[in-house]
């Protein structure tokens, strides 16, 4: 009853704290729901043509606001490309590991002699690799490249998410190990040892401290919707993490839920704001045209910071 009640509580103040940005918002008339705001992602002249390889080449215009130009993707691109390449292997990776559970499930006793090809740890370091490994590292890039052009300004401290991604992916691999190895917390989605952990919290300060100083420094007054769902994931996620991760704390049915309190949460309150907010910047800019109902993406992303956080623990 201790754990229920602290996590309604928590939830509900997570629900609070995004009451009282909606408020701050209303106030500073980030919620104009005016459609003209859909377009502060295209530079003059930018609306109605292609931003895509393919697109012809006579398209192509002098814009009024170059992010290459500026220096802004030159900047973002070293920590961009690094996080890029460690997905794009723990993808490669994670999803080898996810083909062999699979095949595993048609054919029992395949490599059933290697303790660490075993299903259970076959199946938990597809889902952790993918997880850390795979989108984290995906969504990361994709804010560290998109916050600083919707935001019209470089981003700050450039050398701090190469150092979060060398800590990340030494944590991952070692959490992996780990797994292999049959060392894990035992719990769905928290699998990599909490003493790991602890060295993935480290490397989302190396993340979150240039996003936040960017943000601060920011050159434009309305913040895109995308940028609404990335400022509140790298809000959620770090306390998430932190309080699923706490050792010794809880046990029996309490563990379970605290477990699926985080489960279903990492879902709506990370992995979530990272595809729709990467979605909402991507899709409009390689079609050439805005979002097509303004209002109605911003009414989503409150929806999701109001109401989802209280639905976690429904699996229970």
């Known amino acids: 009853m201790v754990t229920m009640g602290l996590l309604l509580?928590?939830?509900?103040?997570?629900?609070?704290?995004?009451?009282?940005?909606?408020?701050?918002?209303?106030?500073?008339?980030?919620?104009?729901?005016?459609?003209?705001?859909?377009?502060?992602?295209?530079?003059?002249?930018?609306?109605?043509?292609?931003?895509?390889?393919?697109?012809?080449?006579?398209?192509?215009?002098?814009?009024?606001?170059?992010?290459?130009?500026?220096?802004?993707?030159?900047?973002?691109?070293?920590?961009?490309?690094?996080?890029?390449?460690?997905?794009?292997?723990?993808?490669?990776?994670?999803?080898?590991?996810?083909?062999?559970?699979?095949?595993?499930?048609?054919?029992?006793?395949?490599?059933?002699?290697?303790?660490?090809?075993?299903?259970?740890?076959?199946?938990?370091?597809?889902?952790?690799?993918?997880?850390?490994?795979?989108?984290?590292?995906?969504?990361?890039?994709?804010?560290?490249?998109?916050?600083?052009?919707?935001?019209?300004?470089p981003l700050r401290a450039p050398r701090l998410p190469i150092i979060g991604a060398i800590l990340w992916n030494i944590a991952v691999c070692l959490g992996a190990i780990a797994i292999a190895t049959g060392w894990t917390d035992g719990e769905e989605w928290l699998e990599i040892p909490w003493q790991l952990d602890m060295l993935l919290a480290l490397a989302g300060v190396f993340f979150v401290v240039p996003l936040v100083k960017t943000t601060i420094a920011r050159q434009v007054h309305h913040i895109y919707v995308s940028g609404w769902y990335f400022l509140a994931g790298i809000l959620w996620f770090p306390c998430l993490f932190v309080i699923a991760n706490i050792p010794y704390i809880h046990s029996g049915v309490e563990e379970a839920t605290v477990n699926w309190w985080f489960a279903h949460n990492v879902l709506g309150l990370w992995l979530t704001p990272l595809g729709v907010g990467t979605a909402y910047y991507f899709i409009p800019k390689i079609i050439g045209k805005p979002i097509y109902s303004y209002s109605v993406s911003l009414l989503g992303f409150w929806g999701l910071a109001l109401f989802y956080s209280q639905v976690g623990i429904h699996h229970l």
Do not use: C
């Open 9 to 153: 509580a928590l939830s509900f103040a997570v629900s609070l704290l995004a009451l009282a940005f909606l408020i701050w918002a209303i106030s500073n008339r980030q919620l104009k729901l005016d459609q003209d705001d859909a377009k502060v992602i295209f530079a003059a002249g930018d609306e109605g043509h292609l931003d895509s390889p393919d697109a012809e080449h006579s398209t192509a215009r002098l814009h009024y606001f170059d992010a290459t130009t500026a220096g802004i993707d030159r900047i973002s691109t070293k920590p961009v490309t690094v996080l890029l390449v460690a997905a794009t292997v723990w993808l490669i990776v994670g999803s080898t590991f996810g083909l062999i559970a699979s095949l595993k499930l048609h054919w029992p006793d395949w490599l059933s002699a290697y303790a660490p090809l075993t299903f259970g740890r076959v199946r938990t370091l597809h889902l952790n690799l993918v997880i850390y490994g795979w989108l984290s590292q995906m969504g990361v890039a994709s804010m560290i490249w998109i916050l600083p052009r919707i935001f019209h300004t």
